[in-house]
Structure formats: structure tokens, C-alpha cells
């Protein structure tokens, strides 16, 4: 899926790369102009820069990016601060991060309901938190802590929790979010265009000062990250090799979430002090991409943070590092599945090494034609292989990781991904591929560039790294004028005895930290009260935005091939991009087979060209194909610059019609299927929402354990796997096309895609059987700190007439940081950091809805957490001015939402499966706007209240209460091998 990493590496490379020497120099194409609006204010822009960047910087310093994008009335917005973990004073690491919690708290205007009362306890509070780090006595310490949750119960009384959430609701916002790393914090929201005004009110609110009210709440929510943090085999291996690599820079000596002993011990007076230093207007960036007038929108801009106030800021200097001479060994342990990484410390962003070491990685890994890809991937050396890059401020890395197969140690697949660094050196790929990379970029860049979300995320990271944006414009063409000879030169002299390899092994991670339940008293939310800020917010009208809705008659044209094949088409007007996609409408539900013999034709060549040389004729291509069967439905698809449709349709064509055997293959095939399976095993996230979430929904009977043995694998005559690939097009079929040229689509179908005169009727498919749900608690034992619970509830039968309640009961309810179930359970109790609950509509019109929520908490607190699920979906509070703010939210959504280019396709598609033939937004949209409070009450009480659940639970049967959970239901340990049929299991454990 190195597809992927191409559409990632547009925007991580393309976007936010250039060259320091050249900062001064205009490059040819890509000149850089000041220019002034019709109101007067200035900005940069740059020629030939397809994003239409408009780049001002207010007097303040604030450096605002702009740029339309029309597809949808909504505009992406960040607030990036250059503030990061880098940055954390080494007594309080973490600061960053929970300070970006705090940002969220409001102001003295923003949740508060009487602030002269509530600063004098949140007064009390910092002192007894500076008493409380000071302290070394454990039992003052924990007096201390006692005494700071009675004064935060106090200051409750006063406050009104998530008020900046309930307002961002109300506007439509989506991604409401923010995140910190080593660099950064950026605040996140996607709103509605009309309510542009609002939301800079608002924000410009927000960010004028820093109140740290419900702290200790949110710091037990910061413990439960610091918690998933530690259940993640991933970031310990990352986190292990960044100390490697950065043995005195912050990059490797502090991480983002900061330490157990900080988190317990936090400054308020050193939050603070951190705010009153970054987050100052000349040490952010706005940034807005979306529909929207360049010099109002400036203007409003100017109007509400240009009122902030310009602060020096000098950003701390860092440790440099001493080459790395040697390599450098580190392990960590936890009971995922095996892994190794290598990496290699790079120079930083803005540097011609950059240029380099990314076009070293894309000869090496680009998802098809790569060294790795070809040599290892597709000739199944190892289970799988792959590389990326990072550039920061100081320092950067190019990270190398890799799979085991069964049986193979971590050190071989270290020596293999050696071997193709190698192969690197010594020059040993095609003349063609530095041309093929570059194009390749070129084409993730188109993609990319249709995304306001992506170009957003572009912006700010400019900003943070401090990179002119012409640079970044004129990336690619800098790229391509690398030549071979200077990439050869280069990895013979960057790659050498000088990289950090990390183990990440199988066993018990001996450095865990188990944090105690601290009894926090529930806060009060205030649900019923309101500061005065937020009662005028919500007198502010916007302008109406009026829905729009697609009429997919005329939107999805239609047309035949000469052979009586249907072809839907939606004409591409952004760019020459297309989409094509041949449909099957049966699956591994008609055939068994299906899905084993399509994933093996991804290693077989044919009687023309080996299974390497046909993944570089598609790269050289520029095209990208798949063939893939679901459950129900199979594709063949192709993507990619529109001219080369007809060869790639031709070269995939000839792959589906001449596919030889390959007995080497299919074993190395089987092995990997093994050891997938293997791995899966050893991943919580599987166990928790595949394995028990279709026992639960199924049990024993369901798709999910419907899955050939071993043996039986081993026994497959490997020639009718190719056979059953072969015969994929005798069956009935339609296809899908997106792009520009329809005549030249029809015409390659015509050409290259022959089928028999009469196409087969689909097998029968087999049928799985909702099971009846109550009473039955699914258990796995795993070795993790946090425990992670769902709940599931066969609802009513799918009808078209609960979507609109049931999208306002679930805004209301239980999705999102507004959420009654968020607001109980996150920032009341302090329970876990993440808890939803929601009503799920079916996929099809023949299955049933479900009722579902889900809590992930350390095992210590999930008998209160589950209390106070169960207590919620059993009685569900009513706010009026909650359901009101969350009643306006879903219609704006619905008012901004817009359905365009291939998604037209896709979501008909959508539709039809649940027997829907008209955009039924429009019916949601009137129905939403005439419902009241009963009526989410009366869903409630007929979906929701008294519903019986399955319960699934993955945790450390040692720190669960098992008795809690047995007060639930019928406990039943699990075998995962039974869970998934890996195995035939004697003796299942019940």
C-alpha cells in the first residue's frame, strides 16, 4: 500500500521541502511578487504556484495564509503556534501538550458563569499544585492532591465545561481537534464558510488568554494517552529510536507526552509562562483554505487577531549533535508482533540533503517499483519492508522497517534491507527511475492539491519549519534535475556504519508504569447554566447557507461499450486525473476461492513479462492498478494520468488474461497469509473491533471465520487460483469512470477489454446470521495497561426514517467532545480518555441497525466507567440549549456538505444498498429541522433504553475486576484462534 505513502509524500515532500543556499535566489518559473488587495494590505504570492497562495503578514507579525478552493462552502482553518515538546523546560516535560488541552477550557468570558468567584479558587488551585511538586512526602503529597480535588469540585460550581466545544458545534464545525509535537501545536477546525465571523470571534477569544480551570480532570485524561502511549508497540519502538538517534537533542530526550513523574508533578505557573512566550501572534500562523473572499477575509482577519498583542519570542537553542559513527543498538519489548527499524540521522528541512535522501527513499520504496518493493515485497524475502522520511527544524531521519516471516530472525531482515541499500550505492536501478519518481510526485501532487485539507496542512507546516513558499513550489523541479550519478554519490557517502537499529521484540515490557486511580470527585458541568459570552455568540446570526442536493440521474451519466457493457461516468474538471473501475457484484461470499486467487495474481508475472517487470512498465506508466474482492463485491481497477489509460488498461489486461503459475510463489503466498494471521493475533485493535466484534454480531458463523486452513491452503491446485482470476471477467459487471476524456475511456474498453456475449449469472452467496445480543461478556486476556470495552445491541431492522433522528441523537448523544456521554465520563469523572456511543445504520437495506459504544480506560477504573455508561444509556440526561446547539450543528452540516466529482458515484452506490434511490439528505435536512426534544426522547426510549449487550472486553486479566464484569453478563474467556478460526481449538476456554 506504498500508494499511500505517495499521496503523503506529495504533501510531506512536495509541499514542505527546499534548499537554504537558495533562499535568496529567484528561481526561474517560481518568482516570488508583493502585491496589495483593494483595502491595502499586503501579500506575497508566487508565480506558476497551483494552490493560489496568498501569504500577508499583519503588523502584529501574524503570518495569515489564504487560498480558494470552491469544491464545498466550508473552509479548512489552523491556528499552528511554533511551540512544541522541543520546547518543554526539562522540568516539565508534557507542558506543550496538556497546555494544548487547556486551550480548549475557554476564558474568563468562555465557561465561566461568575469568574470573580471562580479566579480566586482557580488561585487556590495553581498554589496547592506548586505545594503539591514541591512536596516529597507521599502522604502530604496525596493530602495535597485531596485537598486540590475539593477546591476543583468548588470552582465547578462556576464554570460551564466544554462551552468552546458547544460553540463550535453550533457553527457546523468538523476535525475539531489540535495536536503537539516537537515543533508545533495547530488547532484544528473545518466550518461552514458562512460562519467565517463567528468562528475569528471566537478563536480571536480564545487565544487572548490562557484559564486552566477543570485541570485536574483533564490531567488524568493526559495520564489515559500517557496510558495508550504505553499499550502501543509502535511508539515505543519509535520513541526508542529517536534516543538513539538524538542522544542530547530534545528530539530523542523528550517526548511529547512528557514523563510519568512530570505528569504527576505539574507547574501551572510554568503553563503559564509557556502560553504568555509562544503563543503570541508573531509565533503563529493563521491559516484558511476554503470558499471565501480574499480581501474580506483578510480584513476580518485583521479585525480580530491583528487585536493581539506582538511579543518578542526567542526560541531556546538546542544540543547539537556529534556524527554518528558507529551503530547504535536498542530494544524494546510488548506482545505485538516482531519488527526491526533501522535509521539514519539526516541534515534538516530546507537542505539539499533533504532532496536526496528523498529521492534515495522513493528509488528504494514507492509502493511498486521500488528496490525494496521489487526485491523483497514482491519476492516475498520478508513478511513486508518499507522506508520514509522525516525533516524537522534541527534534524531529520530516514526510517527503514521491516516484517519477519515465520521463522526468519530480525537480524535477516535488518541484512536484506541492508542489501538494497546497497544495491543503491552501487547504482543498481533503471536510468528511468529518477523521471518516473518525479512524475510519480507529480501526480500525488495533483491529487493532493484537489484537498483543501491537505494544501491546509501544507501551509502551516511551511510555517513551522520556516520555508519560503516558492522553494516548496519550485520542489519538483529541483527534484528533477538530480541526476543518477549524484544519487549514487550521495547514498555512497551518507549510508554507511551510522544508523540506529531498533529491535522490537516479542516478551514483557519490564518499564511499564501503573499509574493509581486518584478518586477524583466528579466535577460539576453545568449543563443548564451558560456564560454570558456564549449566550451573545449564539444571538450572532450568520448568513443562511442553503443545502444543496444531488440529483444522481442527471449527475451519473450513462453509456454502453460496443459489447453491451454499462459504463457510469462522472466527467473530471480539476484536473487529468482519471478513475476506472470495472464492478462484480459478488464477492468471497459467491467464491471462497475468490480472495485467495486474486492476492496471488499480486506475484505473478506472465508468459511476457516477470512479476517485476510488470510493476515498473505500470510505473513507468504513471498508472496504478488493483484487483481486489470483498466480501460481496470484486474490482478491477486503474488509475492515473489520462493519456496512459489505454496502455495500462492494455498491460493489465494482458496480466489478467496470460497470469502463469508460479508454485515458488504461491508457498511463499501461504506463508505470508500465516503469518499475517500470526500477527493479527497479536494486535488488541484486532481482537477488540474484528475478532469480538463479529463473535458478538455473528458468532461462530461469519464472514470473518469463514477462512481456508492450512492444509487446505497447501492442498489448492495453484493453476485453478489463476483460473478462477481468468474467469473474473465471464461474469456480469459494469464499470465506473472518472476523468476527462470519456471517448478515450470507451474506446480503450472497447480495445483492450473483451468479454464473452453472454456473461454469467454471480454464484449464490453465502448468508450470515445476525445473532439476538444480551447477556454474553467476549473476554481476551492481553498484556496492556489501559483495558478497552464495547458494547453492542442488535437494534431495529434498517429504516430510511431514523436517519435523521438518529444522526441528531448521536451529535446529541455521544459523538464528539459536546457529547453528553463525553462530557460524563471524560471531563466530569475523569474515566477515560476516550469514550462514544452511537446508533450505527446498517450497510444494507436487509441487515439490522446497532447500538454501540465504546470506553478505553485503565483497568483500575473501567468498573466506574462501565457504571457510568450503563447509567447513561439508560437514562439519558436532557439539556434543551444542548440539543439545540446540537439540532443546529447537524443542519449545517447537512446545509454545507456537498457531494462532488467521483464521491457521486460512490455514495449512490451507497444508497442503493440500502434500497435508497434519491439524495435523502433533503428528507434528513426537513425532518431535523421539526424535531424537539421528545422526539430524540422517544428514539431513546424505543432504540436505545433497555437494550440488551453484548460486551466485549480486551485487557490484563491481572488488573481487570473480573467480578465487575461478570455483574454484566456471562463472562467468556476467548482463544483468539477460535475468535478468528486460525486453528482448530480443542478446547475453546468459556
Known amino acids: 500500500m506504498k500508494h499511500l505513502k505517495l499521496l503523503l509524500a506529495c504533501t510531506l515532500v512536495a509541499f514542505m521541502s527546499s534548499c537554504k543556499e537558495n533562499a535568496e535566489t529567484t528561481k526561474a518559473g517560481f518568482a516570488s511578487h508583493l502585491q496589495k488587495d483593494a483595502k491595502g494590505y499586503s501579500y506575497e504570492t508566487v508565480d506558476n504556484d497551483p494552490t493560489g497562495l496568498r501569504l500577508y503578514t499583519l503588523d502584529n507579525g501574524l503570518k495569515v495564509y489564504l487560498s480558494q478552493n470552491k469544491d464545498e462552502p466550508k473552509i479548512q482553518t489552523y491556528i499552528a503556534v511554533r511551540a512544541g515538546s522541543n520546547y518543554d523546560p526539562k522540568e516539565s516535560t508534557g507542558l506543550a501538550h496538556y497546555l494544548e488541552h487547556m486551550v480548549f477550557k475557554g476564558t474568563s468570558k468562555v465557561g465561566s458563569i461568575d469568574w470573580e468567584k471562580e479566579k480566586g479558587y482557580l488561585e487556590q488551585i495553581a498554589q496547592l499544585y506548586e505545594e503539591h511538586r514541591a512536596e516529597q512526602d507521599p502522604e502530604k503529597r496525596l493530602e495535597l492532591y485531596r485537598k486540590i480535588d475539593e477546591v476543583s469540585l468548588e470552582a465547578s460550581n462556576y464554570s460551564v465545561a466544554n462551552e468552546y466545544d458547544k460553540m463550535m458545534t453550533s457553527l457546523g464545525a468538523t476535525g475539531t481537534n489540535a495536536h503537539t509535537w516537537f515543533e508545533e501545536t495547530v488547532y484544528k477546525n473545518k466550518i461552514p464558510a458562512n460562519e467565517l465571523d463567528k468562528w475569528l470571534s471566537l478563536e480571536e477569544e480564545r487565544f487572548s488568554e490562557l484559564v486552566l480551570r477543570l ?444 497470469a502463469v503459475p508460479d508454485s515458488e510463489a504461491y508457498t511463499k503466498y501461504v506463508a505470508s497469509i500465516v503469518k499475517s494471521r500470526q500477527n493479527n493475533k497479536t494486535s488488541k485493535a484486532s481482537i477488540l473491533r474484528s475478532g469480538l466484534m463479529n463473535y458478538a454480531k455473528y458468532g461462530e458463523n461469519s464472514r470473518l471465520r469463514n477462512i481456508y486452513t492450512v492444509a487446505e491452503m497447501n492442498e489448492m491446485n495453484v493453476q485453478e487460483l489463476v483460473d478462477i482470476t481468468k474467469g473474473i471477467k465471464d461474469f456480469k459487471q459494469r464499470v465506473f469512470y472518472y476523468g476527462k476524456d470519456v471517448d478515450a475511456a470507451i474506446t480503450a474498453l472497447n480495445d483492450h477489454h473483451t468479454v464473452k456475449e453472454t456473461l454469467n449469472d454471480y454464484p449464490a452467496a453465502t448468508v450470515y446470521t445476525e445473532q439476538e445480543t444480551g447477556g454474553n461478556i467476549y473476554f481476551v486476556d492481553y498484556d496492556m495497561v489501559q483495558s478497552e470495552m464495547m458494547f453492542l445491541a442488535k437494534g431495529a431492522p434498517f429504516s430510511p426514517e431514523n436517519m435523521a433522528v438518529s444522526t441528531l441523537f448521536n451529535t446529541y448523544f455521544g459523538s464528539g467532545l459536546s457529547s453528553i456521554v463525553f462530557q460524563e465520563i471524560r471531563e466530569s469523572k475523569s474515566l477515560a480518555y476516550s469514550a462514544w456511543s452511537n446508533y450505527s445504520t446498517a450497510r444494507k437495506k436487509e441487515d439490522s441497525n446497532y447500538v454501540m459504544a465504546y470506553i478505553g480506560t485503565q483497568a483500575n477504573k473501567m468498573p466506574q466507567a462501565v457504571d457510568a455508561m450503563m447509567g447513561l444509556m439508560s437514562d439519558m440526561p436532557e439539556a434543551q440549549e444542548q440539543f439545540e446547539a446540537a439540532k443546529t450543528a447537524a443542519l449545517k452540516k447537512l446545509a454545507a456538505q456537498r457531494i462532488t466529482k467521483s464521491n457521486v458515484f460512490w455514495t449512490y452506490e451507497s444508497l442503493q444498498r440500502l434500497g435508497i434511490n434519491e439524495d435523502n439528505r433533503e428528507a434528513m435536512y426537513n425532518a431535523i429541522k421539526e424535531m424537539k426534544m421528545e422526539d430524540l426522547r422517544t428514539f431513546f426510549n424505543e432504540n436505545i433504553k433497555g437494550q440488551e449487550y453484548n460486551v466485549m472486553v480486551v485487557g490484563n486479566k491481572k488488573d481487570v475486576d473480573m467480578g465487575a464484569l461478570e455483574q454484566l453478563g456471562k463472562v467468556q474467556e476467548m482463544d483468539v484462534d477460535y475468535l478468528f478460526n486460525y486453528g482448530k481449538v480443542e478446547d475453546v476456554k468459556m
Open 215 to 658: 485541570f485536574h480532570t483533564e490531567l488524568e485524561a493526559v495520564f489515559e494517552e500517557f496510558n495508550r502511549g504505553q499499550d502501543n508497540d509502535f511508539r515505543k519502538r519509535y520513541a526508542s529510536m529517536l534516543e538513539g538517534l538524538f542522544p542530547t537533542h530534545p528530539y530523542g530526550q523528550q517526548k511529547t507526552i512528557g514523563t510519568a513523574a512530570h505528569l504527576k508533578a505539574p507547574s501551572l505557573i510554568d503553563i503559564n509562562n509557556y502560553f504568555d512566550k509562544y503563543y503570541v501572534p508573531n509565533n503563529m500562523a493563521m491559516v484558511l483554505v476554503g470558499d471565501f473572499n480574499f480581501d474580506e477575509t483578510i480584513e476580518k482577519v485583521a479585525n480580530t487577531f491583528g487585536k493581539l498583542e506582538r511579543k518578542d519570542v526567542d526560541h531556546p537553542v538546542l544540543p547539537k549533535e556529534t556524527p554518528l559513527t558507529e551503530v547504535v543498538t536498542t530494544e524494546v519489548f510488548g506482545p505485538t508482533a516482531e519488527s526491526v527499524s533501522i535509521a539514519f540521522r539526516t541534515e534538516a528541512v530546507n537542505t539539499q540533503e533533504e532532496k536526496l535522501v528523498q529521492m534515495c527513499d522513493m528509488i528504494l520504496a514507492n509502493g511498486n517499483a521500488g528496490l525494496i518493493d521489487l526485491n523483497l515485497n514482491q519476492k516475498q524475502l520478508v513478511q513486508n519492508a518499507g522506508c520514509s522520511t522525516t525533516f524537522l527544524n534541527d534534524y531529520g531521519y530516514h526510517a527503514f522497517t521491516g516484517s519477519p516471516k515465520e521463522g526468519q530472525s530480525l537480524d535477516e531482515v535488518k541484512s536484506l534491507i541492508l542489501e538494497q541499500i546497497q544495491l543503491l550505492k552501487e547504482g543498481e536501478f533503471e536510468d528511468w527511475m529518477i523521471e518516473a519518481v518525479v512524475n510519480d510526485l507529480k501526480k500525488s501532487q495533483l491529487q493532493q492539491y484537489e484537498n483543501s485539507t491537505a494544501v491546509a496542512s501544507a501551509y502551516y507546516d511551511a510555517f513551522i519549519h520556516r520555508v519560503d513558499w516558492k522553494d516548496k513550489v519550485a520542489y519538483l523541479d529541483a527534484l528533477k534535475k538530480i541526476t543518477k550519478e549524484e544519487v549514487v554519490a550521495f547514498a555512497n557517502n551518507f549510508y554507511k556504519d551510522n544508523y540506529v537499529v531498533t529491535y522490537k521484540r516479542k516478551g514483557e515490557d519490564k518499564n511499564i508504569v501503573k499509574v493509581s486511580n486518584p478518586g477524583i470527585t466528579p466535577v460539576n458541568l453545568n449543563r443548564d447554566k451558560a456564560s454570558e459570552y456564549i449566550t451573545e455568540f449564539n444571538k450572532i446570526e450568520s448568513k443562511p447557507l442553503a443545502p444543496e442536493y444531488v440529483d444522481y440521474a442527471s449527475a451519473i451519466k450513462e453509456t454502453t461499450t460496443n459489447n453491451g457493457l454499462k459504463v457510469s461516468y462522472i466527467k473530471n474538471e480539476s484536473n487529468d486525473l482519471f478513475e476506472m473501475n470495472i464492478i462484480f457484484d459478488m464477492g468471497r461470499d459467491n467464491n471462497k476461492k475468490l480472495g485467495l486467487a486474486v492476492g496471488y495474481l499480486e506475484y505473478l508475472g506472465t508468459d511476457k513479462y516477470s512479476n517485476e517487470d510488470l510493476k515498473k512498465e505500470f510505473y513507468k506508466l504513471g498508472i496504478n492498478y488493483y484487483v481486489s474482492a470483498g466480501g460481496d463485491q470484486t474490482y478491477i481497477g486503474l488509475s492515473g494520468l489520462k493519456e496512459n489509460l489505454p496502455k495500462g488498461l492494455e498491460l493489465l489486461e494482458h496480466l489478467l488474461d496470460n
